[in-house]
């Protein structure tokens, strides 16, 4: 009966080293993993900033680029618009109907505008383009970062 107690307890030894040891190695692979993971995580984190730096140089200098050729025109625009002619009062109407994208017909003015000069409307049409290149930059670069980004790996 001794022997068998004796052999319970080399057993039960060895099963307890066995464990110790799977879970000491264990932990080993989980803490090995975990580091690869945080550089994995930092090596990313790196080219994710390099993407987002070089779009974003790329649309400061495209910004820069649209501003000039907006000045540009705004400049060519007082010397060749004719300050003396009228457009018809309706022009505002219709102009601000394509702007808000809306009907012209669901477009109310205040009657007190009355009709532009050629002047303005060029200046108008002029100011809303330079806001749609504005706004096609930044979604064009916006759409080259979401594009890189997703490429990262």
Not at 75 to 97: F, I, M, P, S
Request: aromatic content about 6%; hydrophobic content about 40%; charged content about 20%.
């Amino acid at each position: 009966m001794e022997r068998y107690l004796i052999y319970g307890l080399v057993v039960l030894v060895v099963l307890g080293a066995a464990w110790g040891k799977g879970y000491l190695m264990g932990s080993e692979r989980l803490n090995d993993y975990i580091q690869r993971q945080a550089q994995e995580e930092t090596r990313i984190a790196g080219v994710r900033e390099r993407v987002t730096t070089k779009v974003l140089t790329r649309y400061i200098q495209v910004a820069g680029a649209t501003k000039t050729v907006t000045e540009t025109i705004e400049k060519e625009v007082v010397k060749y618009a004719n300050t003396t002619h009228c457009l018809d009062a309706q022009w505002a109407r219709l102009h601000d109907g394509a702007a808000l994208n809306i009907p012209p017909s669901a477009v109310t003015t205040d009657g007190e505008i009355g009709a532009p000069t050629a002047a303005q409307a060029i200046e108008a049409v002029t100011q809303s383009y330079a806001a749609c290149h504005r706004t096609a930059d930044r979604l064009d670069n916006l759409q080259t970062w979401v594009k890189e980004q997703s490429q990262v790996k």
